[in-house]
């Protein structure tokens, strides 16, 4: 049974179509890396899945329902959290409320608070550094600081599919070894999906998984991330040659 | 193609200047005196329309104080065409050169025009730096300004009271000429050089900019002309009633001509000139309904502020469902010869 | 000395009210990049609600009657019930159209209350007795200080403490101040935007109540306009605090009646009957020098 399953899906801004007609399912507990060049969909197709840009055709699954073109905080009370690019940190907030922004959808089941402050101390395990700065303004933090707490905010809604778009840019290599070691560890834990973007199938080949090239708004390659990193298919591809 | 851009550009001002003499004509035939009013009423409000066509279309930039300058064009009226005696007691404070001048309608809404567009060139230095929506609650503090000036001015305005004795312009002929005259001023700065740059600075701000367009200058020449439309139009619309008060020139009328641009459509010309007859007819026809309709033997009327209601709720309406107003920012313009696109140009609505 | 205190309490009560409105315009402008220009009839339309509706010159009272623990909540529940019914029939219908748009709709929508305020009431101002026994002086250090004056400024106070808990301590102030600052990325983490717009006019529309139940005691009188002027000088107040900043708004209301009471006092007494246009003259001085607002709010400067 797939957790997240797209058919046909397509996005345009005004005239211009960002993506044509994407199909794919993603199983529960897999990680999937969408790659490819500056331009080819990645980000609107993440949009498009949560629901912030809704598609203009095709068809979004998620959990056994039907999220086309429903609202972003449905999508996101389902459990398919989203960490979009350019660490979008509410900067007047503090750290703690920032993190406790998202923890509101559960509010209508018991125990919720006391789930909340488990989660936080789990976050701030796993990211001591916003911890030690709890109580500051969250605009304050350096980039990579801010990319802990925006992923770190992400799982505090607890769900079930994280979609981040690239987690690694503007971070220092060493702390984004740390943010991935993270995450594989809560797939593992809590069989936690991830559909992570990125722009270079690099750390795709160094984590493993399952790994898409998308190119012009379609995926053009879809298979094993080791396989596909290493194969001239993927190079091809990716740069567009044997293409005119 | 057969026709030249400025040759098919100008079929829009032909083409409204021929509608306004068709509602002129109509006017003349009827002979009858509220009627006359009325078609008055709407070539005033043409002229407010696209005065605030000018700016707001052009430039984007909402603004509310635009009956500012219809105030100060109302009040030149007032000044300089009262009889001398009647100023005396009235407006007692006026210098004496001021106090003696007595000029005809016409020559008063010429200098109504130019004082206004001295004022608007002044406001607009200063507010012309603002943009978006700081720039429009600085117009409204404009006409907040100015009316607050004028309704406490005591001696050169009567204050709050009401100033009689403006000569009454009857015939519709002048005010006919005077919604051409504007149509084609507006039409004339919309293709000027000025108004093709405020476009593009309105619709590419970043790339207006990048390529040397100086958008608070353009900004500034559509304030001034249209605060000298407005100017003019405040002019007349004193001759057309004989009096004038500050709250003449306030938020009622600035209600009024912006949901007409609004309904009409604030992108184009056409829009500014066809949404004063459309909203015009209806106001006409709920103050028919105020004034009480004999249905058999029983009267029914509307109760008083109705008319504003509806004013309001199609403005709103409009808004919601077609933002670009009636005529969906395009220009009333002949259809094209022998073009295969016949969807572009022309009226749809 | 008395009436060096008599200026401080005619600043400070006139620039409550003026911060009391410029908070509820920023309310609404920080969730949704509205200028609401409806706030100013939601006002009167709060005053009217004492009244019942007759065209005649003589006011017929009737939630007037109510005793202050019944009229005062009764007053706000209009205000902030006229305000959601504003969201819900109009400006819900405008989330995808851009900032002219809306207000323009708003200006639309705030004459057609105020028109339906005439057809039920006649343009004619009534006389009302609103809370009367607040209009006896009180004597402070040599200054005789109106008793309502001292409850104006002591209820704003209350109301910014209770307003700045609210944002800071509950779960629905903290949804509000994070999709304030960045809407989309509240709803991605399940805030629910509608809700928390429907929050912030619920709010907004309180604060116009409060504005309405001073304003009526002030006066007494009940009249169609009597919004309109409280709402420009809100309006600058939101421009000069830096629009969508609450605090900004709040100080720049507070600044706002700080000026025009000492033009009152300063200007020459011919001058004094335009000290409305002085202040806004110097408002636009302001603006030239300042066009972000004197305060301007960090979270939206790049996205307005």
């Known amino acids: 049974m797939s957790l997240l399953a797209l058919s046909n899906v397509s996005v345009r801004y005004g005239r211009l179509t960002a993506v044509r007609g994407v199909t794919f399912t993603l199983a529960e507990g897999e990680i999937l890396f969408i790659t490819g060049p500056n331009g080819a969909g990645k980000s609107s197709l993440l949009r498009a899945i949560a629901g912030v840009a809704p598609p203009a055709g095709g068809r979004v699954d998620f959990a056994d329902h039907d999220i086309t073109g429903q609202a972003p905080e449905d999508i996101a009370r389902l459990g398919l959290s989203m960490v979009p690019e350019g660490r979008d940190v509410f900067g007047s907030l503090t750290i703690e409320e920032n993190l406790m922004v998202g923890t509101g959808m559960h509010s209508a089941t018991r125990g919720w608070k006391a789930r909340a402050a488990s989660e936080l101390e789990a976050v701030y395990a796993t990211f001591p550094i916003l911890k030690e700065r709890r109580h500051t303004q969250a605009g304050l933090l350096s980039g990579g600081q801010q990319q802990m707490l925006v992923i770190g905010r992400a799982l505090m809604t607890t769900p079930r599919l994280v979609a981040i778009d690239e987690p690694s840019l503007g971070l220092a290599p060493n702390i984004t070894d740390q943010v991935y070691e993270r995450l594989i560890a809560l797939r593992a834990e809590r069989k936690l999906t991830l559909l992570i973007v990125e722009q270079s199938s690099t750390r795709a080949m160094m984590v493993g998984g399952r790994m898409m090239l998308m190119r012009g708004g379609e995926i053009v390659l879809d298979g094993d991330a080791r396989a596909l990193g290493q194969s001239e298919a993927m190079q091809a591809a990716y740069f567009g040659y044997g293409e005119h | ?349 | 000395m008395g009436s060096l205190l008599q200026i401080v309490f005619d600043a400070l009560s006139l620039g409550s009210l003026y911060a009391l409105g410029a908070l509820g315009i920023a309310l609404i402008f920080g969730v949704m990049r509205l200028v609401n220009f409806a706030h100013g009839d939601v006002i009167a339309a709060c005053v009217f609600a004492l009244l019942w509706p007759s065209v005649d010159a003589v006011a017929i009272v009737f939630a007037g009657n109510l005793p202050w623990f019944l009229l005062i909540p009764f007053v706000l529940a209009v205000g902030a019930g006229l305000s959601v019914l504003s969201e819900l029939v109009v400006f819900r219908r405008f989330r995808r159209a851009n900032p002219a748009t809306m207000m323009i709709a708003s200006f639309g929508l705030g004459f057609v209350i105020r028109y339906f305020l005439l057809m039920l009431f006649s343009s004619r101002p009534k006389s009302i007795s609103l809370l009367p026994t607040l209009s006896q002086p009180v004597e402070i250090l040599g200054a005789r200080i109106p008793l309502l004056q001292l409850i104006t400024i002591l209820v704003t106070v209350a109301v910014l403490f209770g307003l700045t808990a609210f944002l800071r301590r509950t779960r629905f102030g903290l949804e509000m101040r994070a999709a304030a600052e960045n809407f989309t990325m509240a709803r991605m983490l399940g805030v629910r935007a509608n809700r928390v717009i429907m929050g912030a006019f619920a709010l907004s529309g309180a604060l116009a109540a409060a504005i309405a139940l001073i304003l009526g005691s002030q006066t007494g009188t009940a009249n169609i306009m009597m919004g309109a002027n409280v709402m420009l000088m809100a309006f600058i107040a939101t421009v000069i605090g830096g629009m969508g900043s609450l605090a900004g708004a709040v100080l720049a209301g507070f600044l706002l009646g700080t000026v025009a009471t000492v033009m009152q006092v300063i200007l020459p007494p011919d001058a004094r009957a335009f000290r409305d246009a002085f202040v806004y003259g110097a408002v636009i001085l302001v603006l030239i020098f300042r066009p972000q607002g004197l305060l301007s709010a960090r979270g939206t400067k790049e996205r307005v």
């Open chain 2, 1 to 349: 193609m057969s026709r030249s851009p400025l040759r098919r550009s100008l079929a829009t001002p032909v083409l409204l200047g021929l509608i306004l003499v068709a509602f002129a004509l109509v006017a003349w035939a009827v002979g009858s005196k509220p009627f006359n009013q009325t078609i008055i009423d709407i070539f005033l409000k043409v002229i407010f329309a696209v005065g605030l066509w000018v700016f707001i279309g052009n430039s984007g930039v909402i603004s509310f104080g635009h009956i500012a300058f219809a105030c100060l064009g109302g009040y030149v009226a007032a000044w300089t065409t009262i009889k001398p005696m009647m100023k005396g007691i009235s407006m007692p404070g006026l210098p004496d050169w001021l106090m003696q001048t007595e000029i005809p309608y016409w020559a008063a809404a010429a200098v109504g025009a130019g004082w206004a567009a001295v004022w608007a060139l002044i406001f607009g230095a200063v507010l012309m730096r603002l943009s978006g929506i700081a720039a429009s609650i600085a117009t409204f503090a404009m006409l907040a300004m100015v009316n607050s000036i004028y309704s406490n001015w005591d001696s050169v305005t009567a204050a709050t009271s009401s100033v009689v004795g403006i000569p009454i312009v009857r015939s519709v002929w002048p005010y006919l000429i005077a919604a051409i005259l504007a149509v084609v001023l507006g039409w004339a700065y919309g293709i000027s050089r000025h108004g093709l740059a405020l476009r593009a600075a309105r619709d590419e701000p970043t790339a207006a900019a990048a390529s040397g367009v100086n958008i608070p200058r353009m900004r500034l020449i559509a304030f001034v002309v249209s605060g000298a439309i407005m100017g003019m139009g405040g002019a007349l619309y004193a001759h057309s009633i004989g009096i004038v008060t500050p709250d003449t020139f306030y938020l009622g009328l600035t209600f009024i001509t912006l949901s007409m641009l609004v309904v009409g459509g604030m992108g184009s010309l056409s829009g500014a000139v066809l949404g004063v007859l459309f909203l015009s007819s209806l106001i006409q026809g709920l103050r028919w309904l105020e004034a009480g309709v004999q249905v058999g033997t029983s009267t029914f009327a509307l109760p008083g502020g109705v008319q504003e209601i509806a004013l309001g709720a199609v403005m709103i309406l409009i808004l919601m469902f077609r933002p670009a107003g009636i005529m969906g920012n395009r220009e009333l313009t002949l259809p094209r010869a022998g073009s295969d696109t016949p969807g572009r140009s022309g009226p749809t609505n």
